[in-house]
């Protein structure tokens, strides 16, 4: 399916797997991308219905600035290689088809998440040498924070072959397995024109990842440190969303899925330190894919009047209702001890535009750390979690005054 815009024609070709309206980070941050960078563009995408749900709102993060979408219907998946195959042959007919009409595009704009966004990418670049490709890493794909290979086996195919010729025309080595995305880092590594990453954490963990020293010299030379786009400000005010809000209490809004390494718990725990009275002037309001699981976690505590689980809400809705919290929580991933924490949450970028004072739950010497928070405790550390809470519920008189550190001094 494809829908055309009646302005200008696009000189700016994107490939981002998943994009608005479909409801996802990848999606969000691409679009925050294309408005950032401020040019028409014609986005190539796959139709994700099969594991995303619609969110219309996210559109308008594009600042008018999108003229063609084509979300053609590739097989859906995360990383499987048929399915990366499949969008590559399908946008590459897209983007031919296109061209026949409008002449050649100029730049080109990937992101993976999803690796299949800079297999198109790449196929598109070497058949195209002079377009100019900003490729953009959300996060390492062939190691996770632990340090582990993260697998999805390629196959020796004809889109495999070019692929190695074009790294070793480039005059690097190819990865010696058939690990898909060991092969999205290479290639994107040794064919982008600019490589983005959203923090120096990110950029020297790959880089040291790397299989190919000479290969990972380059990228330094390419390589931008860009943070997630924040939202314009206009766009926290468009939705109006229905939500009591007990002007006895203060609220803390956590928006998105808690993970194993980026757990609840911490925060449940710290509530269940404080005394009753401190505790009934705190209200926790999160908004996950879960909320019914939550809501068993949070009655076996006993603290039902505190903790308040809801569904996921669209994202302007999540804007709006960002602006109405007295807080935001935000958490960090937890990296093996004396590795360096490589991924900044996205959701701090959405935080940040609201103006609402935001709480980050942070791991020493990590990109959120190193972030302006108006809150902060350690990561796995109650007692400091427990102090946080006080000073939420019992906030200072005084205006202006430097927030406590409390992550220092372990």
Not at 1 to 9: N, Q
Not at 49 to 63: F, K, M, T
Not at 325 to 333: E, P
Request: glycine fraction near 6%; hydrophobic fraction near 40%.
């Amino acid at each position: 399916m494809t829908t055309v815009s009646t302005s200008s024609p696009a000189r700016r070709l994107v490939a981002s797997y998943c994009f608005p309206p479909y409801s996802d980070t990848a999606a969000i941050v691409a679009a925050k991308r294309v408005a950032e960078h401020g040019e028409p563009v014609d986005v190539v995408f796959n139709a994700m219905d099969a594991i995303r749900s619609r969110d219309p709102g996210l559109v308008r993060l594009c600042g008018g600035l999108v003229r063609r979408w084509a979300a053609v219907p590739s097989r859906t998946a995360f990383s499987s290689w048929s399915s990366i195959s499949d969008f590559q042959q399908l946008g590459l007919a897209e983007v031919a088809r296109w061209e026949a009409e409008q002449g050649p595009y100029t730049s080109l704009y990937s992101r993976a998440q999803f690796a299949a966004s800079h297999f198109l990418a790449t196929e598109v670049k070497v058949s195209r040498p002079e377009i100019l490709w900003d490729a953009e890493f959300s996060d390492p794909l062939s190691h996770d924070v632990q340090g582990g290979v993260r697998t999805t086996p390629a196959t020796d195919d004809r889109s495999l072959l070019r692929l190695r010729t074009a790294i070793e025309t480039a005059g690097f080595r190819p990865p010696a397995d058939l690990n898909a995305f060991a092969w999205c880092e290479a290639a994107t590594f040794a064919l982008a024109d600019r490589v983005i990453f959203t923090n120096e954490h990110q950029r020297d963990f790959m880089l040291e990842a790397c299989h190919d020293p000479q290969l990972a010299a380059r990228v330094e030379q390419v390589a931008v440190v860009s943070p997630h786009p924040t939202p314009p400000n206009e766009l926290y005010a468009v939705a109006n969303p229905e939500l009591r809000l007990d002007p006895a209490r203060r609220h803390i809004g956590y928006f998105g899925n808690f993970y194993a390494n980026r757990g609840l718990s911490l925060v449940l725990d710290a509530l269940g330190l404080l005394p009753p009275p401190t505790r009934g002037r705190l209200a926790l309001h999160v908004f996950t894919s879960d909320p019914d699981e939550l809501d068993k976690e949070v009655a076996r505590r006993g603290l039902s009047g505190e903790v308040h689980a809801r569904p996921f809400v669209g994202y302007l809705d999540f804007l709006a209702l960002a602006r109405r919290m007295d807080c935001l929580l935000v958490t960090d991933a937890v990296s093996p001890p004396g590795a360096r924490n490589p991924f900044l949450p996205s959701k701090w970028s959405d935080y940040r535009g609201s103006g609402t004072p935001v709480w980050g739950i942070v791991e020493e010497g990590s990109a959120l750390d190193a972030q302006p928070l108006d809150h902060r405790s350690p990561v796995e550390h109650v007692t400091a979690a427990a102090h946080v809470l006080r000073r939420i519920a019992h906030p200072a008189p005084a205006a202006g005054a430097a927030p406590q550190d409390l992550s220092r001094g372990r």
